[in-house]
Nanobody, 129 residues
Framework: EVQLVESGGGLVQPGGSLRLSCATSGFTFSTYWIYWFRQAPGKGLEWLSSISYNGGSEYYLRDVEGRFKASRDNAKATVYLQMNSLKPDDTAVYYC??????????????????????WGKGTQVTVSS
């Protein structure tokens, strides 16, 4: 069974940092692209980042580029999202998502949907003073 479990969320002050983790199991991690999405209260899902199966390529939503960085440790089957200079608008539930197809992926992950992709349950990030 494919599983993705996010952790590392919490309450942080504006300007602070958090590092999210996504631990995975049930598949050959090193052959799949992984994405990060978020959903703010009352809003739809928003793609944030794509990282290729070997970590050689990364892509970001313009609004987070330079503040957020995705990485992966294929030996640990875990992907990370380092988030710096956090703003109140970053408050959301953050999800990691596996592309359902091995080896290939979307630099712009907006093609991923709840029905096309394997999703974790999310971790809450709240940015507030």
């Amino acid at each position: 069974e494919v599983q993705l479990v996010e952790s590392g969320g919490g309450l942080v002050q504006p300007g602070g940092s958090l590092r999210l983790s996504c631990a995975t199991s049930g598949f050959t991690f090193s052959t799949y692209w992984i994405y990060w999405f978020r959903q703010a209260p009352g809003k739809g899902l928003e793609w944030l980042s794509s990282i290729s199966y070997n970590g050689g390529s990364e892509y970001y939503l313009r609004d987070v580029e330079g503040r957020f960085k995705a990485s992966r440790d294929n030996a640990k089957a875990t992907v990370y999202l380092q988030m710096n200079s956090l703003k109140p608008d970053d408050t959301a539930v953050y999800y990691c998502v596996r592309d359902p197809r091995p080896w290939v992926g979307y630099p712009n992950g907006r093609q991923l949907t709840r029905e096309f992709g394997d999703w974790g349950k999310g971790t809450q990030v709240t940015v507030s003073s």
